[in-house]
């Protein structure tokens, strides 16, 4: 049984993905009109009968679009939300259709199995004001014992060690290479956007980004990933050519040049990737359950400063 992986969308104006195992289809954010998702479905071979469920990273409106949520709900697919979400959420019709038709999931800072037949392992983040995670996705063979792992984290503002020990010995990692720090200082952005923006609460810049992926690499002893996917790139304030010359330097660095990087396109859909399977002892499996302190502790030192939900298309656009 393969696990693949690949982006439908990526960017302020709509973020989207799916892990397949097998027959089933787990979506990550449907930040997609119900027309452009049933069309990027269709780039990459599936309809919207074979998703599943889909996994919500926050309620910001490139993350959840409400017409998708109709149509999920008219097809019976299954959707996960944290509690923190559902009361944004509860304005939208298309939720309310989910609700009405039983079809709303609540997940919790801790690992969880999905109907897709995935572990969950999420993670609270730094941005903005509501409640944002990001998701490491595991699938274990039992015969012989191997498991694939995918880190995903579209929108952070900083990081710390319990980011890095989470997110380590992935065969896939999809993560923020937002924007170029000159290149944002050059816009026409309003100042604060800017200050926002490089703020602990805002997005990562190429640097931060190579940062933690520094991180990630050298604190992997299990596996290195076989695919490396850069998400969530300004169209203002940054290029695909930075964003990937920030990402190689770092992995001819670590001596990894032969990982591949896929940089994540607003327009259209990546098309799918395999992640492999791993052997791996229990000594490399680093429980959710003990990091949900530390990022309690996180999501806590970002509240310092109160900004409502309603607030945040002004403060993060990409």
Not at 281 to 310: C, H, M, Y
Request: hydrophobic share 40%; glycine share 10%; charged share 20%.
């Amino acid at each position: 049984m393969a696990l693949r992986f690949t982006t439908l969308a990526s960017g302020s104006k709509g973020n989207c993905s799916v892990i397949g195992l097998g027959g089933k289809q787990l979506m990550i954010d449907i930040g997609l009109s119900g027309k452009s998702l049933k069309g990027r479905l269709g780039q990459v071979g599936l309809s919207i009968r074979e998703i599943s469920e889909v996994l919500l990273t926050h309620t910001h409106s490139d993350h959840v679009y409400d017409t998708a949520l109709t149509v999920l709900a008219e097809h019976g697919v299954w959707f996960w939300c944290h509690g923190a979400h559902q009361e944004y959420l509860s304005r939208k019709p298309g939720f309310q259709a989910l609700q009405s038709s039983g079809l709303v999931l609540n997940y919790e800072e801790r690992p969880f199995q999905t109907i897709s037949g995935l572990t969950v392992n999420p993670i609270a983040l730094r941005h903005g004001a509501d409640k944002t995670f990001g998701f490491r996705v595991d699938h274990r063979l039992e015969s012989p014992i191997k498991r694939a792992r995918v880190a995903y984290f579209a929108d952070i503002g900083c990081w710390d060690q319990a980011t890095v020990d989470h997110f380590l010995d992935c065969n896939l990692i999809a993560m923020e290479f937002n924007h170029d720090v000159k290149m944002t200082l050059a816009s026409n952005r309003h100042p604060y956007v800017i200050e926002r923006n490089f703020s602990d609460d805002g997005h990562l810049s190429n640097d931060q980004a190579a940062g933690l992926l520094e991180k990630l690499l050298g604190g992997s002893e299990g596996c290195k990933p076989g695919n490396l996917v850069l998400l969530h790139i300004s169209s203002q304030c940054n290029t695909k050519e930075l964003a990937i010359q920030a990402a190689t330097r770092v992995l001819m660095q670590s001596g990894l040049e032969y990982i591949r990087v896929i940089a994540a396109d607003q327009a259209e859909a990546s098309g799918w990737m395999e992640v492999p399977y791993s052997v791996m002892g229990e000594e490399n499996d680093v429980s959710t359950s003990q990091l949900l302190p530390q990022a309690r502790g996180l999501w806590r030192a970002g509240k310092k400063r109160q900004i409502s939900v309603f607030q945040q298309e002004f403060l993060f656009p990409v």
